[in-house]
């Protein structure tokens, strides 16, 4: 015993020694510290400032890069992909969207395409409306993306595998696929010199050559005379064949198509009941082309009667968590509600009483439209100016925003206090949204390549919207902080060499 208790004080006094040691070595090696920094010259600091700052300065142009390519911070993208995991970090899973308790599977979801682009149901006509914009003002409206498109459109709706028993049938398919709208024109005239009831022909020179939405209706009407003559003959022969059954599909879809312009045509023309009627005709007569989306077209004919009753009943319709949503089911619902109490609705009040359950139910619709397509209320609120809406449409995207606010803006207008409601709320939505904004609340989470079909749809000379603003992450900061910093004391010690050796030799000492 007597010998372990000697080893224990031998041991307790090695340790306070190697204790007391610490400080004389931390002292020793400040010493060398201090001799070695005061043997350097002015341009060792000079070099040293400049070489940071030049190091810094390129990671922060790499970091700006990488953040404007992918929308991303590269040190916290690997950080958070190879780091994270090795100290045992999990992320959190983001929460599942409300649409998904609604009975929307989420196999089906992961399965939606993110950036489908829809026809514009309420695109205007290229030689009545496009042309005259471009003769104006010089500016082509549309893209070549969004005309290639239409192309595309053409092709498919109006063109068949037995296009080749009818020779104006095979010219008109050249027709469509030709770049230059004159070549088009010709192209149609020459079917109509091969067959006078040709009506893809009359459609392409309603659509291009007609400079007024009068002449336009004029070759619909011609149109219409000749598909219905052709849809008859398809319809009793349609079921020899294939073939023939892919020519009643065809001359089906010419024939849709034709009375939907037509009635695109009453409508501007101030017709709005004869247009009114045409569209629930159409409606009626072909329910299975509901992805032409008609009802977006009777949605805006009605609001311009005023026939609210109406436009809730077709929303009632057509407003269902099985059907894709769009801008003009969103904010005609939101414009419903907020009617009902927009005229008395004042801020200061609600803020001092509360909101009553009218006001909440309109506030809510808000909000819903506001997370389907974010774009939408800066254009109603003429916070940014209008272009002329593409002939194609990203649904949640700046296309489908122009296109709802060029049409629906003066609906809003209309009525009283709705606007200021719309003032008052839209902005709230995103303080409801969780954190990234990408995540969605009541609808699937909103696409990451938004910004680029915009701008593929939308012409060169608008400024696109983005959404959801993408803020400049945390190392972009301090790489540029860190950049400056150090190029401000490389300029300072080029130009007071001895004073920033003595400040530098001042700091190591107190550290």
Not at 274 to 279: D, F, Y
Not at 435 to 453: I, N, Q, V
Request: glycine share 4%.
């Amino acid at each position: 015993p007597w010998a372990r208790g000697l080893l224990a004080v031998a041991a307790g006094l090695g340790l306070f020694y190697a204790v007391l040691r610490v400080p004389l070595r931390l002292r020793d090696g400040l010493a060398a510290v201090t001799v070695f920094l005061s043997t350097l010259t002015p341009k060792f600091y000079f070099a040293l400032t400049v070489t940071s700052s030049f190091i810094s300065g390129l990671i922060f142009v790499f970091e700006w890069w990488h953040f404007r390519k992918y929308g991303t911070s590269f040190i916290e993208q690997v950080s958070v992909s190879h780091l994270r995991p090795l100290i045992g970090g999990v992320e959190n899973s983001p929460p599942a969207p409300a649409a998904f308790l609604a009975g929307e599977s989420e196999t089906s979801r992961q399965n939606m395409p993110e950036c489908k682009v829809w026809r514009n149901p309420l695109n205007l006509f290229r030689g009545a409306e496009y042309s005259r914009y471009m003769w104006v003002t010089g500016k082509e409206p549309l893209t070549y993306y969004d005309m290639n498109l239409s192309a595309q459109d053409h092709q498919n709706f109006f063109t068949c595998d037995t296009d080749a028993l009818r020779p104006s049938d095979t010219v008109m398919q050249k027709a469509w696929r030709e770049r230059n709208p004159q070549a088009r024109i010709k192209a149609a005239y020459q079917a109509l010199e091969l067959n006078n009831d040709c009506a893809t022909a009359y459609v392409l020179l309603a659509e291009e050559e007609a400079t007024t939405i009068v002449d336009a209706e004029k070759y619909f009407k011609q149109a219409l005379k000749a598909g219905e003559t052709i849809y008859r003959k398809s319809q009793n022969c349609h079921s020899q064949s294939p073939q023939h059954e892919a020519q009643l599909r065809r001359d089906t879809n010419v024939l849709v198509y034709v009375k939907r312009r037509l009635a695109m045509c009453a409508r501007k023309l101030g017709r709005i009941r004869e247009a009114v009627k045409m569209m629930r005709d159409l409606m009626k007569e072909f329910p299975l082309l509901s992805m032409l989306n008609i009802h977006e077209n009777l949605l805006e004919a009605l609001l311009e009667l005023q026939a609210y009753a109406d436009v809730q009943a077709v929303l009632a319709k057509y407003d269902d968590i099985s059907l894709p949503k769009s801008a003009a089911i969103c904010y005609t619902a939101a414009l419903l509600k907020a009617r009902a109490v927009s005229e008395r609705f004042s801020p200061e009040t609600a803020s001092k009483r509360g909101l009553s359950t009218a006001e909440i139910n309109a506030v809510e619709a808000i909000h819903r439209a506001v997370e389907f397509n974010p774009h939408v209320p800066k254009y109603l609120l003429e916070m940014k100016s209008l272009v002329l809406p593409p002939e194609h449409i990203l649904k949640r995207g700046d296309s489908e925003a122009v296109a709802y606010a060029f049409f629906h803006l003066q609906h809003w207008k209309r009525i009283e206090g709705a606007l200021n409601l719309l003032h008052c709320t839209w902005e709230g939505t995103f303080r409801m949204i969780p954190y990234p904004l990408e995540k969605g609340h009541l609808f699937y989470p909103y696409p990451s390549c938004t910004e680029t079909a915009d701008r593929e749809l939308l012409p060169t000379f608008h400024e696109v919207s983005v959404y959801p603003q993408k803020e400049l992450p945390f190392f972009i900061h301090f790489t540029a902080g860190l950049c400056s910093f150090s190029a401000m004391l490389a300029l300072l010690t080029h130009q007071f060499p001895e004073l920033m050796v003595v400040f530098a030799k001042a700091v190591s000492v107190v550290s």
